[in-house]
């Protein structure tokens, strides 16, 4: 089955700790995506990139960040330097814009 | 600026009680808009894209449509299981989406 593969489910980080968030896809996509979703909120793009080897910084992308290297991967690294990383993050990817966005299931980052 | 609102940011109904969803927008670029629902915990599950004024799509209970400056999510006779967070997306320049706030549907037996 096609679809995008976020793991792990849960993570914990010990403060001054960095952590990867790992996204997998296999609907040959271009584009992929990090978001954050805070409690009631919607969500913030944090990374994004629309071919490999490339990717831009979102609205949020202080403390954070990706690699592409391969079209079917898009690891999002939680620095010591974020501040406040306590949320639920989210992986998409896209054909483009025209088709909209498809998610994986998340993962709940906690610090401890 | 580019902006996405919904509301309202909750909604009670009843089980049968109709109503609507509003998604109002102010995005340069745009290239189609999107529904998802999201359960708690979960990633957002895609439901519809609508692309022109005046196009509608429905699936179920549900049936959305497209203004020139907003979207309409009605939901006819929900049901308890109806009960989600629904999001409305657009999207816009650079290959980028646009997520709205939510509204968090909740659907009394």
């Known amino acids: 089955d096609g679809g995008i593969t976020q793991s792990p489910k849960y993570l914990f980080r010990k403060e001054g700790q960095n952590v990867t968030l790992s996204c997998e896809q296999n609907?040959?996509?271009?584009?992929m995506y990090w978001y954050r979703q805070d409690p009631g909120q919607g969500l913030r793009l944090i990374y994004y990139?629309?071919?490999?080897?490339?990717?831009q910084k979102g609205d949020i992308a202080e403390g954070y960040s990706v690699s592409r290297e391969k079209k079917e991967s898009f690891p999002l690294t939680v620095t010591s330097a974020q501040k406040n990383p306590t949320a639920f993050y989210l992986c998409?990817?896209?054909?483009?814009?025209?088709?909209?966005?498809?998610f994986g299931q998340g993962t709940r980052l906690t610090v401890v | 600026e580019d902006q996405v609102t919904q509301s309202p940011e909750a909604l009670r109904l009843q089980e049968g009680e109709s109503s609507s969803l509003n998604c109002s927008y102010t995005?340069?670029?745009?290239?189609?808009l999107f529904w998802y629902r999201q359960d708690p915990g979960k990633g957002p599950e895609f439901l519809f894209t609508?692309?022109?004024a005046g196009e509608e799509k429905e699936k179920e209970r549900l049936k959305a449509t497209l203004t020139k400056k907003e979207s309409f999510l009605h939901i006819t006779a929900p049901k308890p299981e109806d009960s989600a967070t629904y999001l409305c997306?657009?999207?816009?320049?650079?290959?980028?989406?646009?997520f709205g706030s939510g509204t968090k549907l909740n659907v009394k037996p």
């Open positions: 609907l040959n996509h271009d584009a």
């Open positions: 990139s629309q071919i490999v080897n490339d990717f």
């Open positions: 995005v340069s670029g745009l290239r189609g």
């Open positions: 609508l692309y022109s």
């Open positions: 997306a657009v999207g816009g320049n650079f290959n980028k989406f646009y």
């Open positions: 998409a990817s896209s054909i483009d814009r025209n088709f909209g966005a498809f």
